[in-house]
């Protein structure tokens, strides 16, 4: 069976995938810091798949651990990355804890798989990497811009070492997943998101304004070029994303990847505006949501859905959820969070 070792893996999309990874049969090792997760999501995953995964709690800044830790575990056969920080706005004010945790974390791994014979990396990306597309649905092959944070930047310079590291040597396979924006919970509502303080995000300042949490949400901006003048976003159920990363790391595995370096866009290739968003909500929890139209939000981009074509037919997956689904999934999390915590 084949070990593969999941950074990040108490995370909100980290411990998704580690279900989805126990369902297909893989067995999992789990590091973790625990800088933006519990301990308590373990639970969650054994609830669901009466497995509990090996973890291992430390920080993968700290390289003599790392390297200590791939000592310990030379059958790790493959590694999917999600361990980083990922808040814009604090990336913004501290851009140096972002550089080091994002892209040391990245190095020290790659360092560490470069003295195996051969290596299989999934890495977490974003469509933060392309900013505002010239051209929607956004293909793979669109440009990467400027990024707008240092948060998008390290995604950016987290692709190019690892091209870098796959082109000069052949034995490394690496595939970068780029998300658009997951959204929702598992279905058993034993695992979820759990935003620490204020939500930055839509999906969860919803569903805590929804449950009373929030007094109001705030929709940043009424004014832009779209249907309905809110911007739009491609939210994608966490659970498809955590598929694709089996089905990616299997294509790994099995040396199905065409080159070893790979991109694909994780998305449902369908745009919602955030009135959308905040209806399809309504719909679900059969509730009038209270917001208010507020200024437009410095660094947002108007629109970003994927192209999904090749991930659809090179990868061959594709997202089965709607958005109805995952504001489904994601309120009934956040009506059972507090036993959580
Ligand atoms: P998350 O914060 O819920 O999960 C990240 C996990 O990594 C946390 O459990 C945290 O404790 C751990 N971690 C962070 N730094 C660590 C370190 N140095 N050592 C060990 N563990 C560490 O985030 P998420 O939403 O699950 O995101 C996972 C990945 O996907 C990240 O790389 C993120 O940048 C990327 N991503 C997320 C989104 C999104 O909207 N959630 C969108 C695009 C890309
Ligand atoms: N929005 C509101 N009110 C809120 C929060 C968000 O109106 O309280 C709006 C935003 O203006 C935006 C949309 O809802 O139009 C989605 O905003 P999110 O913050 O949920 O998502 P973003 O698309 O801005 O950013 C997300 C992640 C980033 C990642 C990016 C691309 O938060 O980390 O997707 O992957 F870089």
């Known amino acids: 069976m084949s070990k593969i070792l999941v950074t990040g893996g108490l995370g909100y999309i980290g411990s998704h995938t580690v279900v989805a990874l126990q369902e297909a ?23 669901i798949t009466g497995e509990t995964p090996a973890f291992e709690n430390f920080d993968l800044r700290d390289k003599q651990n790392t390297t200590a830790f791939f000592k310990r575990h030379k059958d790790i056969t493959g590694v999917i990355h999600f361990a980083a920080s990922k808040a814009v706005g604090e990336s913004v004010e501290n851009p140096l804890l972002y550089y080091e945790n994002n892209i040391n974390t990245l190095i020290y791994l790659l360092q560490e798989l470069s003295k195996k014979e051969s290596s299989n990396i999934i890495f977490s990306s974003s469509c933060t990497v392309y900013g505002q597309a010239d051209v929607m649905p956004i293909t793979e092959e669109a440009p990467i811009k400027l990024a707008e944070s240092p948060y998008g930047n390290t995604k950016q310079i987290g692709e190019a070492i690892l091209k870098d590291t796959c082109k000069a040597n052949q034995n490394f396979n690496a595939i970068a997943l780029r998300y658009f924006n997951p959204i929702g919970a598992h279905r058993s509502a034993k695992i979820g998101e759990l935003p620490i303080g204020v939500p930055q995000n839509l999906v ?25 003048g809110t911007c739009v976003r491609d939210y994608i159920h966490v659970v498809d994303i955590a598929n694709a990363h089996v089905i990616a790391l299997q294509r790994l595995l099995n040396k199905k990847h065409k080159s070893n370096f790979e991109v694909f866009n994780l998305g449902t290739g369908t745009g919602s505006t955030v009135l959308e968003v905040i209806k399809s909500f309504e719909r679900v929890s059969n509730q009038n949501l209270n917001y208010k139209i507020v200024d437009r939000r410095e660094g947002d981009v108007i629109s970003a859905f994927a192209d999904t074509k090749k991930a659809n037919t090179v990868l061959g997956w594709k997202a089965k959820s709607s958005l109805d689904d995952a504001m489904q999934s994601a309120w009934k999390w956040q009506q059972t969070i507090k036993s959580k915590l």
């Not at 590091?31 to 301990?39: A, G, R, Y």
């Open 25 to 47: 049969g893989f067995k999992v090792i789990i590091v973790d810091n625990l800088s933006n997760s519990s301990v308590k999501v373990l639970e969650g995953i054994v609830a």
């Open 204 to 228: 969860p300042y919803i569903t805590q304004t929804g449950a009373g949490e929030r007094e109001q949400l705030s929709v940043f901006g009424d004014n832009y070029p779209t249907t309905d």
